[in-house]
């Protein structure tokens, strides 16, 4: 169909790989935690569209581009890796933030989501997620555009588009470029899906997370930790 061949199996490794965590799960996860689903959403809106812009670009012969020229390459990995380690200080620093200012436990259990610690937990960890800069803001984190760049400088997942699908697609069929676009609705299709349960799972969560301030501190610390070592593994990444 469509040019596509063994399309279970195909099926198969793509929910493995979707399952996989990486930064842009993570980041949709914590954004739906601290702000809800709807801004957890736009962050995966950006997921989407990156992606969607990656496959293009795969597609178009990038891929062999990256490949042929190890300095373009490095600059869009090492690119890639700041950006993730920028946004990790953010959240490391919401986290200690937060730390410094946990009241005692009587003082957690009567802040609830709506009083003083559950106000300040929801600002310090939406702080964690707005990089380093320190801008507590909803409306200033923009988790559309940081989902979109995340993805974005991201050249192994260019390289994995190019060299996943191509197993899945007929070499003798007319019309190659509908067999990728098959392949990549599959994917946008299963990210969805997998990101729709991340971010009501969040969202579930965010109560808990504003009340106690001590668990929203180390989860973000946490992130933040995953981040930067996100960061380390792209950019020890190669092109082979």
């Not at 809106?45 to 390459?73: E, H, K, R």
């Not at 799972?201 to 930067?228: E, N, Q, V």
Request: some cysteine.
């Amino acid at each position: 169909m469509l040019g596509i061949t063994d399309l279970s199996t195909y099926l198969a490794g793509l929910a493995l790989i979707i399952l996989l965590p990486g930064p842009n799960s993570l980041y949709v996860v914590s954004v739906a935690a601290r702000s809800g689903a709807r801004t957890g959403y736009r962050a995966a809106l950006g997921v989407v569209c990156g992606d969607t812009v990656l496959m293009v670009l795969s597609a178009g012969g990038v891929a062999s581009l990256l490949q042929a020229s190890p300095a373009l390459f490095a600059v869009v990995k090492f690119t890639g890796a700041g950006y993730l380690s920028w946004l990790a200080v953010g959240m490391l620093r919401g986290a200690w933030r937060l730390w410094r200012t946990r009241g005692s436990h009587g003082a957690e259990r009567l802040g609830g989501p709506d009083g003083p610690d559950g106000a300040a937990a929801a600002e310090a960890w939406a702080g964690a997620g707005a990089g380093a800069g320190g801008h507590g803001a909803k409306a200033a984190e923009r988790p559309y555009r940081k989902a979109l760049v995340i993805s974005l400088l991201n050249p192994k997942a260019i390289l994995f588009f190019i060299s996943f699908f191509v197993q899945f697609v007929d070499p003798d069929y007319a019309h190659p470029v509908l067999s990728f676009v098959a392949l990549g609705a599959w994917v946008q299709l299963f990210s969805l899906t997998y990101l729709s349960v991340l971010i009501f799972t969040g969202a579930h969560l965010a109560a808990a997370f504003r009340r106690r301030k001590r668990l929203t501190a180390g989860l973000s610390a946490a992130a933040g930790t995953a981040f930067l070592g996100f960061a380390v593994k792209l950019s020890l990444s190669s092109a082979g």
